[in-house]
T-cell receptor, first 112, second 113 residues
Framework: QKEVEQDPGPLSVPEGAIVSLNCTYS??????FMWYRQYSRKGPELLMY????GNKEDGRFTAQVDKSSKYISLFIRDSQPSDSATYLC????????????FGTGTRLTVIP | DVKVTQSSRYLVKRTGEKVFLECVQD?????MFWYRQDPGLGLRLIYF???????EKGDIPEGYSVSREKKERFSLILESASTNQTSMYLC????????????FGSGTQLSVL
């Protein structure tokens, strides 16, 4: 079983829709959770960073962590064509990027 | 604006060649990393470095080596390129203490023929 599972998609939504992207994980020790966004032919960029459980909001983006279910989500409100990208979840049990486990990414397309 | 620069965007090499991938960051980050990204496998850590002259193996170091002679520069070396090393290579850096908050370069798509 992989440490982190992420549906690869692709996911296509109309502009303005609410998007939900999800990852599940198996290691209950994970406590640092991240979402990276990767545009085509670019490297990933950090979008959201959360520690432990709960929600974090940044503009149109909300990251949610449910440790009891081992499930994290990224919600995008009022989605825009510029949100079209691959979204990668990442998580770790302790600090240190050498301890990071990445999902395989979900490709999102927002249709104008 | 923070920047991680990878020397080549696309590279085509022959089997058995020695290949150098260069990465430079201008953010004075202590930590630097090399990943490869393959469809369906995600990002896998090859090597990382927390300081000059220092290197640590990641999850898939076989067939690779690294060099960090200066703080801003981290090189990945394929000693004898093989076809299974065809991949997207991503360099990243981060501050000590914010290790997981990675800044990535745009990647080098390497094809080994």
């Amino acid at each position: 079983q992989k440490e982190v599972e992420q549906d690869p998609g692709p996911l296509s939504v109309p502009e303005g829709a609410i998007v939900s992207l999800n990852c599940t994980y198996s290691n209950s020790a994970f406590q640092y959770f991240m979402w990276y966004r990767q545009y085509s032919r670019k490297g990933p960029e950090l979008l959201m960073y959360t520690y432990s459980s709960g929600n974090k909001e940044d503009g149109r983006f909300t990251a949610q962590v449910d440790k009891s279910s081992k499930y994290i989500s990224l919600f995008i409100r009022d989605s825009q064509p510029s949100d079209s990208a691959t979204y990668l979840c990442a998580m770790s049990a302790q600090t240190g990027a050498n301890n990071l486990f990445f999902g395989t990414g979900t490709r999102l397309t927002v249709i104008p | 604006d923070v920047k991680v620069t990878q020397s080549s965007r696309y590279l085509v090499k022959r089997t058995g060649e020695k290949v150098f991938l260069e990465c430079v960051q201008d953010m004075d980050h202590e930590n630097m990393f090399w990943y490869r990204q393959d469809p369906g496998l995600g990002l896998r850590l090859i090597y990382f470095s927390y300081d000059v002259k220092m290197k640590e193996k990641g999850d898939i170091p076989e067939g690779y080596s690294v060099s960090r002679e200066k703080k801003e520069r981290f090189s990945l070396i394929l000693e004898s390129a093989s076809t299974n090393q065809t991949s997207m290579y991503l360099c990243a850096s981060s501050f000590r203490g914010s290790d997981e908050k990675l800044f990535f370069g745009s990647g080098t798509q390497l094809s080994v023929l």
